[in-house]
């Protein structure tokens, strides 16, 4: 997809899902990518995939910079993978590559953010193109732009290193997602030239625009502002009024610590300090963009407008996974408010986050959604 921030919830047909490209590997692949792969087969009497990131050796200009990822199915049997927004499989400026620049100083991630379902609901419940299936041997070959997913300009011209993500799922017995271990190659190539991204900013306006949407889904729309605005109010009186250890900050934030309550308070702050954050931004009902078991994304670098997809229409209006509380979701993830991450996805993970990892919690836009929603309520 392109560089955004989207939700998911139930799985849906993508309109504009990218086309892959599906074969066996050829004869004419190259001595030593022929090795890389016959190793792989040889140990992978288990499910095993290997990722090559491939491309030019010399790019001059950002919008020029475009690298393949071929994932090979090196096991002995089928694989139905599934084409999360996280992995290689999604043509999505998501946040699926690990990228090391010339001072070992990654770019800034500016692509798209998503609120998803899960891999588990996917696996159960998915449609065909929620997949990629892989025979033995068979392969596909992936193209990203990395223009729209990277601001390569702090981190400079010079050598970069690419690795794709390498965590991938498929489906198992009983329909359930199961992880897959992989063999990964990255890429190194030279940028040069006019590192500048591109600027697609719409700005804001008075009042909530909207863009192919009809009655009846603008109308949904008001009072899922509505319904987000108060939960941003709510959970700012509540982390004002208690600024030492409660059971609902160490839920979803973990641990109490003067900084990080600092850092979640900001970024609910954040979404009010314009005064008309919701009620102004531009509301996209094409679908353009949309995979299956999307709610929502935005470009994180485009404030204030917010892509919906399907199952954001069949979300409650409030409560967990609301309208109300996926637009929370999606406006921390603009630059220009708390540029949080999708790090962990649903309550469980968000659970455990907040109580491994709370500093990556304070991260997570799943972790601020259910803070505000608050259901069942916690004090």
Not at 24 to 45: I, Q
Not at 129 to 149: N, Q, Y
Not at 353 to 375: C, R, V, W
């Amino acid at each position: 997809m392109p560089t955004m921030n989207r939700e998911r919830l139930a799985p849906t047909p993508a309109s504009n899902y990218p086309p892959m490209r599906l074969g066996l590997v050829p004869r004419t692949t190259l001595c030593a990518f022929l090795a890389f792969l016959f190793w792989g087969v040889m140990v992978s009497a288990s499910p095993a995939l290997s990722v090559v990131v491939s491309g030019p050796g010399i790019v001059t200009n950002v919008k020029n910079l475009r690298l393949n990822v071929t994932v090979t199915n090196t096991g002995q049997e089928t694989l139905k993978l599934i084409n999360d927004p996280w992995s290689p499989l999604t043509t999505s400026p998501t946040d699926s590559f690990l990228i090391t620049g010339p001072t070992k100083i990654s770019p800034t991630f500016i692509g798209i953010s998503v609120k998803y379902v899960g891999v588990d609901y996917i696996a159960a419940n998915g449609t065909s193109s929620a997949f990629t299936v892989l025979g033995p041997g068979e392969f596909v070959i992936v193209t990203h732009d990395l223009s729209k997913g990277y601001n390569f300009k702090e981190s400079g011209p010079g050598k970069y290193t690419f690795h794709a993500a390498s965590l991938f799922h498929y489906v198992g017995s009983g329909r359930r997602a199961v992880p897959i271990n992989t063999i990964t190659r990255s890429h190194q190539l030279t940028l040069r030239g006019n590192l500048s991204p591109v600027d697609r900013n719409p700005g804001v306006h008075e009042f909530a625009m909207f863009n192919n949407c009809t009655a009846v889904q603008q109308t949904n729309i008001e009072s899922a502002i509505t319904g987000a605005r108060t939960y941003v109010s709510n959970a700012i009186s509540f982390l004002s009024s208690h600024n030492t250890t409660n059971t609902r900050y160490t839920t979803w934030f973990g641990a109490f610590k003067n900084t990080r309550y600092q850092s979640v308070l900001s970024n609910f702050t954040s979404l009010t300090t314009r005064g008309n954050e919701f009620s102004a931004w531009l509301y996209d009902c094409s679908l353009v963009g949309c995979d299956p078991g999307d709610y929502a994304y935005v470009d994180t670098d485009v404030y204030g407008k917010v892509y919906l997809c399907e199952s954001f229409w069949t979300a409650p209006a409030t409560g967990t996974n609301s309208k109300a509380g996926i637009l929370v979701h999606e406006g921390t993830h603009f630059q220009a408010t708390g540029h949080t991450r999708d790090i962990a996805i649903g309550k469980r993970a968000c659970r455990e986050l907040a109580n491994t990892k709370p500093g990556k919690a304070t991260q997570n836009a799943d972790s601020y959604e259910y803070f505000a929603e608050n259901t069942p309520p916690l004090k």
